[in-house]
């Protein structure tokens, strides 16, 4: 059986990734043109950027200590998001962001963090914690009983917002951390046919799709996506809407067209 993605889970020329955003029940729809990592896609970045002597809030109601960089202590966690510095990347302190005049480029990456059992939630922009149950009546994440993952996560990096990421050790032992990424930069195309997105957004035509933890639509997340793309989505519609859809896509797409 034809996959679209590799043995990385990453897709291949000429596939389609398809990113929805649950907040504004929109979508974007890319052609992946090319894999510009491609033979390279697994980085050994190391452990957490945790400085030795940052203090961190415990599950408790407490706080605690980092005994030596890269630990995360005992009953602690990280309420403010993390961004990976990189030295010689475009943002120093931050290795996947990228302005709008990358638009044409996208990561999607695949995080994972050592020991396995490490809880991990993602804060879209950085300092939006997105965790939400019953729509806004709880907030939830690593600092919480639920809304996270452990030791994995997968996102799609747009340009102009700063992801940051959040740990928590809910263990009674301190731990040294180990980070790998397995990821792609995509060299990217927005279709131009607005039957063919509908397609792909009714599930007709395969597609990988990657949900984004968005839930509350920050200010920063509306200026990244129309200054990058001009749009902020194609709005997802039922099968039996499909002249409503098109009529929409082609509206969007005129847009796209301009900054693309």
Same mark, same amino acid.
């Given at each position: 059986m034809y996959s679209i993605v590799d043995k990385f889970g990453l897709v291949t020329d000429g596939n389609y990734l398809t990113v929805f955003l649950p907040a504004k029940e929109v979508a974007f729809v890319f052609r992946v043109k090319a894999r510009l990592n491609n033979g390279y896609e697994v980085l050994?970045?190391?452990?957490?950027?945790?400085?030795?002597?940052?203090?961190?809030?415990?599950y408790e109601g407490s706080s605690s200590s980092v005994p030596a960089?890269?630990?995360l202590p005992a009953r602690t966690f990280t309420?403010?998001?993390?961004?990976?510095?990189?030295?010689?990347?475009?943002?120093e302190t931050d290795m996947?962001?990228?302005?709008?005049e990358y638009r044409d480029l996208l990561f999607h990456v695949k995080q994972?963090?050592?020991?396995?059992? %490490?809880?991990?939630?993602? !804060?879209?922009? #950085?300092?939006?914690t997105q965790g939400r149950f019953q729509r806004n009546k709880i907030i939830t994440g690593v600092d919480k009983?639920?809304?996270?993952?452990?030791?994995?996560?997968?996102?799609?990096?747009?340009?102009?917002?700063?992801?940051?990421?959040?740990?928590?050790?809910?263990?009674?032992?301190?731990?040294?951390?180990?980070?790998?990424?397995?990821?792609?930069?995509?060299?990217v195309e927005i279709p131009d046919n607005p039957e063919l997105i509908f397609n792909i957004l009714t599930k007709k035509v395969p597609s990988y799709w990657v949900t984004l933890p968005i839930h509350v639509w920050d200010p920063t997340i509306d200026s990244a996506l129309k200054k990058t793309y001009n749009i902020i989505g194609f709005? %997802?519609?039922?099968?039996? !809407?499909?002249? #409503?859809?098109?009529?929409?896509?082609k509206a969007l797409l005129s847009k796209v067209k301009e900054v693309m």
């Amino acid at each position: 059986m034809y996959s679209i993605v590799d043995k990385f889970g990453l897709v291949t020329d000429g596939n389609y990734l398809t990113v929805f955003l649950p907040a504004k029940e929109v979508a974007f729809v890319f052609r992946v043109k090319a894999r510009l990592n491609n033979g390279y896609e697994v980085l050994n970045y190391g452990p957490l950027p945790l400085s030795s002597g940052t203090t961190l809030p415990t599950y408790e109601g407490s706080s605690s200590s980092v005994p030596a960089s890269g630990v995360l202590p005992a009953r602690t966690f990280t309420q403010t998001g993390i961004t990976f510095p990189y030295t010689g990347a475009y943002d120093e302190t931050d290795m996947w962001y990228v302005t709008e005049e990358y638009r044409d480029l996208l990561f999607h990456v695949k995080q994972y963090i050592e020991p396995a059992w %490490i809880r991990i939630d993602v !804060q879209i922009p #950085k300092g939006v914690t997105q965790g939400r149950f019953q729509r806004n009546k709880i907030i939830t994440g690593v600092d919480k009983e639920f809304g996270f993952m452990r030791g994995f996560f997968e996102t799609v990096h747009f340009p102009r917002i700063h992801y940051g990421y959040r740990y928590g050790n809910d263990t009674n032992m301190s731990v040294y951390t180990k980070v790998k990424f397995v990821y792609a930069e995509y060299l990217v195309e927005i279709p131009d046919n607005p039957e063919l997105i509908f397609n792909i957004l009714t599930k007709k035509v395969p597609s990988y799709w990657v949900t984004l933890p968005i839930h509350v639509w920050d200010p920063t997340i509306d200026s990244a996506l129309k200054k990058t793309y001009n749009i902020i989505g194609f709005p %997802i519609y039922r099968e039996d !809407q499909k002249d #409503k859809a098109i009529s929409e896509y082609k509206a969007l797409l005129s847009k796209v067209k301009e900054v693309m």
